[in-house]
């Protein structure tokens, strides 16, 4: 959560140091606040109806997604993947299409899993 809310404040220090009109600084303000309520709604509240809640490695690239709706969908990992000690992003593509992204942060994950999930990032 601290990484998502940081994020969003160095993107604002950017805009105020930019020194831009008054009208476009807050409205700038005004989407970069509604972006960061929607990532923290749906990366770590999970209160949007499709966020993902759960993933499960099937084995041989095949992974299980849960949504907070309770719905299934089978899905492959993409390259565009991102994994270092703190931040895990997963990228899936659907089998059904489209694709969709699961944030994983150490206090989400135990570490076990976190540390079994880089090691297979990093040997795939």
């Not at 690239?61 to 993947?81: P, S, V």
Request: aromatic fraction near 12%; glycine fraction near 4%.
């Amino acid at each position: 959560m601290l990484i998502l809310v940081m994020t969003h404040f160095s993107a604002t220090l950017v805009l105020y140091l930019l020194q831009l009109p008054l009208a476009v600084f807050v409205l700038s303000i005004i989407i970069m606040l509604g972006s960061m309520w929607r990532s923290l709604r749906y990366h770590v509240f999970y209160q949007a109806h499709d966020a993902i809640a759960g993933v499960v490695f099937l084995g041989d690239d095949e992974w299980l997604l849960k949504n907070t709706a309770g719905d299934e969908y089978e899905a492959c990992l993409c390259r565009e993947t991102f994994s270092r000690s703190w931040l895990v992003i997963l990228c899936f593509r659907l089998t059904q299409g489209g694709k969709r992204f699961a944030v994983l942060l150490p206090d989400t994950v135990a570490a076990s899993s976190m540390h079994r999930l880089r090691m297979h990032l990093a040997l795939s």
